[in-house]
Each structure stands twice: as structure tokens, then as C-alpha cells.
């Protein structure tokens, strides 16, 4: 489980995260429903079907503005810090996530998560086949610039 405000995947994240759930493993990424940079909100779009085609399950945190960065890994770990999904944060900046696999505590994260995803609207592939042209235009053109986002 993740929980992401900018999901702008490159290359080898996308596929990493495509092959774990072509393995089975349970891949969800909870994302804002309003971003606050509207650039990166319209090319994360762009992958949103890339993602459910594999099996990843995204959800749209609805309730309030989302900016955490925490990941769940096989309820044992989870990893807590500035890091988002997109090239910026891997490549660019100088960003960290602390590792922690004390019990309790991620007992706590994994509770907020699961908090976070009943609070979400699943993402469906039919949510952007319906879509108006202008905006599928825009989220192809804002995706063009995902290695500078």
C-alpha cells in the first residue's frame, strides 16, 4: 500500500510496480483527488490506465488534501518521508524515507492506510474513456514534461 500526492512514475517504477501485481502482490497507491499542482495532476492521469490494466488499484483520497509519503510492505515495514513517485523526488532532490519495522508502529501506518483507502474512491478504467477530448489532450501534453516533474 502507498499513499502519494504526485504519482509520476518513470520507467522502471512503473514497471516495478506493474510486475509485482502481475506476481499477485497487493499494489494500491491512494493519490489526492485535487492535487496542488495541476501540471503533475494531468500527466499522472496519464498512467492511472497504464496501472489498472496490471492490476495496481488506485484510489482518490476525497476528504481533504493529501501530501504524506508512506509505503507498506508486507504489513512488516513501512517507510515514512518527502519522497513522491516521480523523477524530481528520485533523481533530483535530495529527499529520504526512513524505514522502520517496529511492530507497533506500523501497526499505526497500516491502520491510517486502510482509514485512507476506505475514505477513497476506487479508480476505474471507464473514468477516463469518459473524459472530455480537451482534457485527454492536455493530460498527453503534461505527460511529455514527466521527466521534469
Do not use: W
Not at 499542482?37 to 497504464?50: I, M, Q
Request: glycine residues 4%.
Amino acid at each position: 500500500m502507498d499513499h502519494q500526492p504526485y504519482f509520476v512514475p518513470d520507467d522502471a517504477i512503473l514497471r516495478a510496480l506493474q510486475a509485482a501485481a502481475l506476481r499477485g502482490v497487493d499494489v494500491r497507491i491512494q493519490l489526492p483527488d485535487k492535487a496542488d499542482n495541476r501540471v503533475v495532476e494531468l500527466a499522472s492521469f496519464t498512467y492511472y490506465e497504464d496501472m489498472l490494466n496490471y492490476g495496481v488499484r488506485l484510489y482518490r483520497y476525497c476528504n481533504r488534501f493529501m501530501h504524506q509519503k508512506v509505503i507498506l510492505v508486507d504489513d512488516c515495514v513501512t517507510g515514512v518521508g518527502t519522497v513522491n513517485l516521480d523523477n524530481r523526488s528520485l533523481y533530483l532532490k535530495f529527499e529520504a524515507t526512513a524505514l522502520v519495522a517496529d511492530p507497533a508502529f506500523v501497526r499505526q501506518v497500516e491502520a491510517m492506510l486502510i482509514e485512507g483507502f476506505e475514505s477513497s474512491t476506487a479508480v476505474e478504467c471507464a473514468h477516463f474513456s469518459n473524459r472530455p477530448l480537451p482534457f485527454r489532450i492536455a493530460s498527453r501534453i503534461a505527460r511529455l514534461a514527466s521527466p521534469l516533474l
